[in-house]
Every structure is written in C-alpha cells, then in structure tokens.
Nanobody
Framework: VRLVESGGGLVQPGGSLRLSCAAS????????MSWYRQAPGKERELVAT????????NYADSMKGRFTISRDNAKNMVFLQMNSLKPEDTAVYYC?????WGQGTQVTVSS
C-alpha cells in the first residue's frame, strides 16, 4: 500500500491550494479516505473524510465552507481543495486510507 501526497507549499492568507493523494496497492474504490493535518506542537487532527463512492463527505468544523474533499476512483486519487487559507491552517497534511498513512505534505500560510 502506498499513499503519496502532493500539492503543498507556501501560500498567502486568503489563498488557495489543492492537495492530491495518489493511492496504490489496494482496491481504492472500496475504501473511504481521509485527510488529516498536524501543526507544530499539536496533535494530528481530522480534516475531512469521504466515502468510498464519494457520495458523502464530512469536515471538521473549522474547515467547513473552506475545504472540499473529493476523489477520482478511476485514477485512484483523493483531493483536498483548500480556499480562504489562514495562518492557523499551517500544518503537515496527511492522506489516510485502508489503515495506512501517506508521508505528508507541508502547507504554510504566511504573508
């Protein structure tokens, strides 16, 4: 099983980023997927989840209305569109599925 995140970087407050997670080694379309994040000195927290078909999504309260999780089962990928980014969104963002974690991608929101 392999989960590889990409798309992180440095963005100004109010900006947007789209994270991607490429999955391999398991039947991707059978599993719900999640994004988590971990800020320096803080515990890892759930950002968003999506069901195996993409028919249902859930978000942490602080991300509702700003973040959108989606997936493409034909390409074995899950995405996180992040808009209206705030400095407090700075963290390493991780993809999770089938009990496995990706290596993470750094998102830094700063002017």
């Amino acid at each position: 099983v392999r989960l590889v995140e990409s798309g992180g970087g440095l963005v100004q407050p109010g900006g947007s980023l789209r994270l991607s997670c490429a999955a391999s080694g398991f039947t991707f379309s059978r599993y719900g997927m999640s994004w988590y994040r971990q800020a320096p000195g803080k515990e890892r927290e759930l950002v968003a989840t999506i069901t195996s078909t993409g028919g249902s999504t859930n978000y942490a309260d602080s991300m509702k209305g700003r973040f959108t999780i989606s997936r493409d089962n034909a390409k074995n990928m899950v995405f996180l569109q992040m808009n209206s980014l705030k400095p407090e969104d700075t963290a390493v963002y991780y993809c999770r599925g089938n009990g496995y974690w990706g290596q993470g991608t750094q998102v830094t929101v700063s002017s």
